[in-house]
């Protein structure tokens, strides 16, 4: 009699009449995912699932439960397999149009030289750069770029100084330019503010190649003593070039629509040619994703 009661019991718990409706998992799900409990609400989607392997729905927040988790090849084959019990479910596809957007190429305009602690001043130059997505997880995103970037600063000084002596005055003026060629490999980390990523904020780290660095500067002073005729001497300092790499900082924010993205970033870092003070450019960009 006794097995006759666990054996009984045991069809009671097994039988399809007390097992729990896959809506009843998927409701579970969808409040731990609301709660950012992602792992737990994945572990409620997949028993949904198992309970009935036709619901659209569970294997709707499994894609999302995956791609918050980082796991982007689950998420997209879970997003496929909901999509194809249940096509009309725009925010899914959505999230399956983003996971395949890892590419983009970038142009940029570039200025240097806004706030760093000297004379030379930038000039606006064009950039050239392509971006490539290595990872997602929930509202972040960490990619890797690559850039082609040209630098002008130029400086043009002058003082003026008069002896109280005899009255000479003297002028003196300085003119320097400098022109770098570089290869930028930055790694940059954003953080989307809203679900649907439109607006985002952007940080990250890499290495400036100078490829060539081209300086050239004039010194002039002119001489005039009291009443007689001005003299003018011309100092060249004779042109520099070099190679190096330095590292850089970035920060900076973004918004993307659709396909397209614009970002504003701030360049700070150290380099040898401006005798090892902060180096900064500011890089305006805008984008698109394939």
Same mark, same amino acid.
């Given at each position: 009699?006794?097995?006759?009661?666990?054996?009984?019991?045991?069809?009671?718990?097994?039988?399809?009449? !007390?097992?729990?409706?896959?809506?009843?998992?998927?409701?579970?799900?969808?409040?731990?995912?609301?709660?950012?409990?992602?792992?737990?609400?994945?572990?409620? !989607?997949?028993?949904?699932?198992?309970?009935?392997?036709?619901?659209?729905?569970?294997?709707?927040?499994? /894609?999302? /439960?995956?791609?918050?988790?980082?796991?982007?090849?689950?998420?997209?084959?879970?997003?496929?397999?909901?999509?194809?019990?249940?096509?009309?479910?725009?925010?899914?596809?959505?999230?399956?149009?983003?996971?395949?957007?890892?590419?983009?190429?970038?142009?940029?305009?570039?200025?240097?030289?806004?706030?760093?602690?000297?004379?030379?001043?930038?000039?606006?130059?064009?950039?050239?750069?392509?971006?490539?997505?290595?990872?997602?997880?929930?509202?972040?995103?960490?990619?890797?770029?690559?850039?082609?970037?040209?630098?002008?600063?130029?400086?043009?000084?002058?003082?003026?100084?008069?002896?109280?002596?005899?009255?000479?005055?003297?002028?003196?003026?300085?003119?320097?330019?400098?022109?770098?060629?570089?290869?930028?490999?930055?790694?940059?980390?954003?953080?989307?503010?809203?679900?649907?990523?439109?607006?985002?904020?952007?940080?990250?780290?890499? !290495?400036?190649?100078?490829?060539?660095?081209?300086?050239?500067?004039?010194?002039?002073?002119?001489?005039?003593?009291?009443?007689?005729?001005?003299?003018?001497?011309?100092?060249?300092?004779?042109?520099?070039?070099?190679?190096?790499?330095?590292?850089?900082?970035?920060?900076? /924010?973004?918004?993307?629509?659709?396909?397209?993205? /614009?970002?504003?970033?701030?360049?700070?870092?150290?380099?040898?040619?401006?005798?090892?003070?902060?180096?900064?450019?500011?890089? !305006?960009?805008?984008?698109?994703?394939?």
């Amino acid at each position: 009699m006794k097995r006759f009661f666990i054996a009984f019991a045991l069809f009671l718990v097994f039988s399809p009449a !007390f097992t729990r409706p896959a809506a009843e998992d998927c409701d579970l799900g969808n409040t731990l995912y609301d709660s950012g409990k992602y792992a737990e609400a994945l572990d409620h !989607f997949k028993m949904a699932s198992q309970t009935d392997p036709d619901d659209w729905q569970a294997y709707d927040g499994m /894609a999302r /439960a995956q791609f918050k988790l980082g796991n982007e090849r689950q998420s997209r084959i879970a997003g496929r397999h909901s999509l194809d019990l249940h096509p009309d479910n725009p925010k899914l596809r959505n999230l399956l149009e983003l996971m395949r957007r890892n590419f983009a190429i970038k142009l940029g305009v570039g200025l240097s030289g806004v706030i760093r602690s000297s004379e030379l001043k930038g000039v606006p130059m064009p950039a050239l750069g392509c971006s490539y997505v290595l990872t997602r997880w929930g509202r972040k995103e960490l990619s890797v770029e690559l850039w082609a970037t040209r630098r002008d600063m130029k400086t043009d000084t002058s003082s003026t100084y008069t002896s109280y002596y005899d009255g000479t005055t003297s002028r003196y003026d300085y003119r320097e330019r400098v022109f770098l060629t570089c290869l930028e490999i930055p790694f940059i980390a954003k953080y989307f503010v809203d679900e649907n990523r439109h607006l985002y904020g952007l940080s990250g780290t890499g !290495f400036v190649f100078v490829l060539h660095n081209h300086s050239e500067s004039l010194n002039t002073q002119t001489t005039t003593p009291t009443g007689g005729v001005p003299r003018v001497e011309i100092f060249e300092v004779l042109p520099t070039q070099f190679s190096g790499m330095f590292e850089t900082l970035i920060l900076g /924010a973004g918004v993307r629509i659709g396909r397209v993205s /614009a970002e504003a970033r701030l360049n700070l870092g150290f380099q040898g040619f401006n005798d090892g003070k902060l180096d900064d450019s500011w890089l !305006f960009t805008t984008g698109y994703s394939f």
